[in-house]
């Protein structure tokens, strides 16, 4: 394996923890050590942007590398995580301002969110564990 391939497959590992990390650790500590849950949300919610970029910084890299094909689960957290942000997020945002957004509440919304994320996360973890990046 040559070493541009050794460093994405290093990269591509740092984005997998960075996903878990903020699902399962970041954003509830977020929640917990700030008593003002509106800024909580809104830090939280950049932190999820940044994932959405460095997601599809990935992907774009993945695209000019050997095996390419292979990164299927990786373009798929990418996308969902694309979805997440460029979709999702207005609609969280109308929905949490005016009460609904197409006719589900905040609580709707932000469950359809993790739940996206969460296949992200669920996407990226396959293409780590089945190595099929290479």
């Not at 399962?24 to 932190?47: C, E, I, S, T, Y």
Request: aromatic content about 12%; overall charge positive.
């Amino acid at each position: 394996m040559s070493g541009t391939l050794r460093a994405f497959r290093v990269l591509l590992v740092l984005w997998a923890g960075s996903l878990w990390s903020l699902a399962l650790w970041v954003a509830p500590m977020l929640f917990h050590a700030q008593h003002d849950q509106q800024l909580a949300g809104v830090l939280a919610g950049r932190l999820f942007a940044i994932e959405a970029y460095l997601g599809i910084a990935i992907a774009a890299l993945a695209l000019v590398l050997p095996g390419r094909a292979k990164f299927l689960w990786g373009y798929a957290g990418a996308a969902l995580l694309a979805i997440m942000q460029w979709v999702l997020r207005p609609i969280m945002t109308e929905a949490h301002a005016h009460g609904l957004a197409w006719g589900l509440g905040f609580a709707a919304w932000h469950v359809a969110a993790a739940l996206t994320y969460g296949l992200a996360c669920i996407a990226v973890a396959l293409l780590v564990w089945n190595d099929d990046f290479r």
